[in-house]
C-alpha cells in the first residue's frame, strides 16, 4: 500500500506526515491524543542516515513529549549494502536506532511497528522487531533472509532448506509464517483506525513473541528455553 493513502486512512487527509526522501516522519492526532510518527518507504535500504534520521526523531519524542506512542511505518529491503555506510559504521547505527527504541520503550512510550509493504532483513530487525508490538497488512512481504542466502550461510544445500521451509516457518518467509513465530502479532484487516486503536490499547513492554510463537506451533521451544533460563538464575 501506498504510505500516503495509509495515513490518508488512518489519520485523514489532513496528516502531518512528511516524506523526505525514503524518510517519513510526522506528529498525528489520533483519538485526542497526539502521536509521533516516524517510517520509511519505497522499499528503503536502512544506510547510516536513515538509521540517524529515524533515532533523532525517537530521541526528540523520548525528550520532547514523554510517554506519547510512536508508530513505526515500515517499508526497507534491509540495510544499505554500500562500502561508504560499512565505512562509516552502519552496524553501530543501526544498533543506535533499535537501543533508542528500546530506550522509549523503557520510559513508557508504547512502540508500534506496522509493515505496509516490505521488510527485510536488518531494516526490520532493528525497528519492527524491537517495538512493544509489530503488526502487518496482509499484503505485506516480509524475511530476514532468502533461500539461496541462507544456504550460503548455513553451508545447507538449498532444496533441504526449500522442503524445511514447507513445514517450519522459522525457514520460510511471508507475513503468514512471522504471524506463527510470533514475530508480528496480528494483520490489520478492514478497518485499519480500529486495529490501530486496538494497537496501542493492548501495547505491552512485555515481549510475548517466544509465548506466541509456542502457542501458535511457529517457535516450539524458545519459551521453554527462556523460562528455563530464568528458573537457573
Known sequence: ??????????????????????FLHGEVAFDSEMLTVIG??????????????QARVVLDTITHQPGRAILLLIDTQGQQLRRRDELLGINRAMAHL?????LARRRGHRVIGLVYDQALSGGFITSGLIADACDALPEAEIRVMRLPAMARVTKLPESMLARLSESNP????????????????????GDLVAALRQALAEASPTDRRAEDG??????RMAAAVIQRVLDAA
Do not use: S
Request: with cysteine.
Open 40 to 53: 520509511t518507504t519505497a522499499h528503503a535500504p536502512i544506510g547510516v542516515q536513515l538509521a540517524l534520521q
Open 98 to 102: 533499535g537501543m533508542c527504541i528500546d
Open 214 to 219: 509456542a502457542a501458535r506451533g511457529g517457535r
Open 170 to 189: 522459522v525457514f520460510a518467509p511471508g507475513v503468514d509464517n512471522y504471524i506463527a513465530m510470533g514475530g508480528v502479532r496480528r494483520l490489520w484487516k
Open 1 to 22: 500500500m501506498d504510505w500516503n493513502l495509509l495515513a490518508c486512512q488512518l489519520f485523514g487527509n489532513g496528516h502531518r506526515i512528511t516524506r523526505e526522501g525514503d
